[in-house]
C-alpha cells in the first residue's frame, strides 16, 4: 500500500501509527510535509490520513519515518485483562525502515530493554505545564541519527499527569498531589495547555505526544536532510 503527498519544497514524513497528530503537528512545525497512517479512524487529525496496518504501508519515497507502536505489551499494565499478551512491536517497525530514509521510533520507558540507544524526553525540556503544574511524560526515542536532548529540569511543582481520560496532579512521589484534581476550565483545558495541543478530545491527549517533542526530533533531522536536498537540485 502506497502512500502519496507532497508539496513543492518541503521534505516528506509519514507518521505511523499516528493517532489524532501530536507527532504529526512537530513534524509539520519542523518543516515536513506529513501524512498519518493509524488502523483506526482519526477524525480529528489535521493533515493527509490513510486509515491502514502501518506495517503494511510502503515506506519509500518518505524523507523521514516516524513509528510510534503500540505500547501497551511493554507497559506495567501489561499483564492486566485486555493487556495480557499484547505484542511487542518495536523490532518489526525497526525492521521495515528503509535503509536510506531518516526514521525514529518512539516508545514507553519500560521499553527501553526493546530499544537500542535510545534517548529519552521530557516535558520539562521544552518548558510544557499547565496551571502550575510541570509536564514530564517521559518518552524514550530511538532514531536513526544523533540526537542531543538537553537534560530533564524537573523542579519543585506538582506534576500534571494527562491520563485516562484525565488530567491528574499526580502522586507525591512523582512530583506532588493536590486534594482533588480540579482545573480551571476544566480537565480538557488543563491537559490541552499542558500537551501543547488543542484540537482533541480528552481521550486523544491521554494517548498523544506533545508535538514539541516531534519538533524537536523532526529539526535535528531536517538539518541532515536540507543538505541532501540542495546537492540533489544542483
Known sequence: MTVASHQCGRPRAIDLCCKAGGVSMGLHRAGFDV?????????????????????????????????????QGYTALRHAPGTKGKPLM??????????????????V??????????VTLCGSMFGLGAQGCQ?????????????????????????IGVYGGH??????????????DVWEG???????????????????????????????VGRAAMRLIRPEMREAAE
Open 135 to 159: 509536564l514530564q511524560r517521559h518518552r524514550l526515542i530511538e532514531a536513526n541519527f544523533d540526537l542531543e536532548p538537553p537534560p530533564c529540569a524537573h523542579d519543585d511543582r506538582p506534576v
Open 186 to 216: 476544566g480537565h480538557k483545558a488543563a491537559a490541552s495547555e499542558a500537551m501543547g495541543i488543542d484540537w482533541m478530545t480528552l481521550g486523544e491527549l491521554s494517548e498523544a505526544i506533545p508535538p514539541a517533542y516531534a519538533e524537536f
Open 109 to 118: 520507558e519500560a521499553a527501553a530493554w526493546d530499544m537500542r540507544d535510545p
Open 35 to 71: 501524512v498519518g497512517v493509524d488502523v483506526e479512524p482519526q477524525p480529528r487529525y489535521p493533515f493527509p490520513f490513510m486509515q491502514a496496518d502501518a506495517l503494511t504501508v510502503d515506506l519509500h519515497g518518505f524523507d523521514f519515518i516516524w513509528a510510534s507502536p503500540h505500547c
Open 90 to 107: 518495536i523490532g518489526r517497525f525497526r525492521d521495515r525502515m528503509p535503509v536510506k530514509a531518516l526514521w525514529a521510533i518512539e516508545n
Open 167 to 180: 488530567a491528574r496532579r499526580r502522586a507525591a512521589s512523582a512530583g506532588g498531589r493536590g486534594t482533588r
